[in-house]
């Protein structure tokens, strides 16, 4: 997607779906340590991770990789991408370039940074009151080298990573969850073959399967509950084609096995997307075959965005239905419907304006879900800066409303 993102609403562990922060609690790192990333980062440029549907399409960029050298988006900017934040996605212009092309990078080398603070108030109904934390949330650096001539070439990221819970908490190796010894970790690193931008491509390593709508928000429904909330990214060997008019990704996952941290899962996931109406509207189908400990899921989907130009808004929904077959024959097939829908409000290319709804039916024979409702404001004043403000309402069924509040500051070289 036209994207130039961050890496997620919240760092990890702080999953506000789920489990409330200890009142108080903060990642407090040493000074030394900072002073020290710094100085690495101050060589790098920015490490997106999924990213902003709302550009693909309202920007005249149909095909995500138009900006981001990904295939299917998210991830470093291409020198078009640089441009685009100078010239028609920030504020007051400004100049996209590394270092605000203070230092020429050549063509075969693209390194980048991003560093993030983030302010969150969530609130659910604790007798205790609300909880409030202030933290870093984001340091990491990625370098993509190519060998020019060949279509070879491979990306790294590695950073620290955030975590709002008491560090102390030890959770076993086994378990597939956030390690509090493991602090500096690599999200993504992959070596892809692709010729041309318009092609086949084949890539294998650490990273997210084209799936969804691929929003930065890893706590939407959409994400969480499909396999793609934080640190879930799995081991995969992707292959694909992507055209002016349509793309198609097929990629077989299997869970981090160097360091059990993430997915449990394994299987397979396609995602196909066509590009109608003179690139003004777009519709993908997808299916995920996810094989875990204990059950096996089984999720068929769909995909569409479309934008008004005499408007500048842009509508889109994701709309998934979850098969999940235990291994355990007591325990009888369960249907889940995850979905989004949304719509962007683009006053400005560099303002974008989310209102985006949510439902979780966890068992369609079950009355009870989880709906929740979500207002995104963006902000890009200057080349290489962000600010976000998230308001997030959830509405379980037969509880109270959980109310989250979220603002965070990004700076990217």
Same mark, same amino acid.
């Given at each position: ?105 050549? %063509? /075969?080398? *693209? ?7 983030? &302010?969150?108030? !969530?609130?659910?109904? #604790?007798?205790? +009151? @609300? ?113 002016? %008019? /349509?793309? *198609? ?7 981090? &096995?160097?360091? !059990?941290?993430?997915? #449990?899962?394994? +299987? @397979? ?125 959830? &509405? ?18």
């Amino acid at each position: 997607m036209k994207t130039y993102l961050r890496r997620s609403l919240l760092a990890d562990g702080a999953d506000t779906n789920r489990r409330p922060w200890p009142r108080g609690k903060a990642l407090r790192p040493s000074w030394a340590l900072g002073i020290a990333l710094a100085a690495i980062l101050s060589i790098y440029r920015v490490v997106p991770a999924w990213g902003y549907p709302q550009w693909q399409l309202s920007t005249g960029a149909a095909r995500c990789n138009q900006c981001h050298y990904a295939p299917a988006g998210g991830g470093l900017l291409t020198s078009y991408g640089r441009d685009a934040v100078g010239d028609q996605l920030s504020t007051f212009g400004g100049n996209g370039a590394f270092l605000h092309g203070a230092v020429p990078v050549p %063509s /075969w080398l *693209a390194v980048g940074g991003d560093l993030r603070g983030a &302010f969150v108030d !969530h609130a659910v109904q #604790d007798p205790n +009151g @609300a909880t409030v934390a202030v933290f870093p949330m984001q340091a990491d650096a990625s370098a993509r080298l190519s060998i020019p001539g060949t279509g070879l070439s491979g990306v790294g990221t590695i950073g620290l990573r955030g975590q709002v819970r008491d560090p102390n908490l030890l959770v076993p190796i086994q378990n597939y969850q956030p390690i509090s010894t493991s602090r500096l970790i690599s999200r993504e690193h992959y070596l892809m073959f692709q010729p041309e931008v318009i092609g086949t491509y084949l890539r294998v390593g650490r990273f997210f399967a084209p799936f969804g709508l691929r929003l930065a928000e890893h706590n939407l429904y959409v994400r969480r509950d499909l396999g793609f909330d934080q640190l879930r990214e799995t081991y995969n060997f992707s292959a694909g084609i992507v055209q002016d %008019s /349509w793309e *198609a990704h097929v990629t077989v996952f299997a869970p981090d &096995f160097l360091r !059990h941290i993430g997915s #449990d899962e394994h +299987g @397979a996931a396609a995602y196909s997307e066509f590009r109608v109406a003179e690139g003004t509207a777009a519709i993908a189908g997808q299916a995920r075959i996810a094989v875990g400990p204990g059950a096996t899921r089984f999720i068929f989907g769909a995909v569409g965005k479309a934008y008004l130009e005499r408007a500048r808004t842009l509508f889109f929904t994701e709309v998934n239905l979850v098969h999940q077959v235990f291994d355990d024959p007591g325990v009888r097939t369960r249907r889940q419907a995850v979905g989004a829908a949304g719509v962007t409000i683009l006053p400005l290319p560099s303002l974008p304006v989310t209102l985006l709804g949510e439902r979780n039916q966890i068992d369609i024979g079950i009355p009870d879900a989880w709906t929740a409702a979500n207002v995104l404001v963006n902000w890009f004043p200057y080349a290489h800066c962000e600010a976000q403000l998230v308001g997030r309402l959830q &509405f379980p069924s037969g509880g109270d409303v959980a109310k989250t509040l979220f603002f965070q500051v990004h700076y990217f070289l």
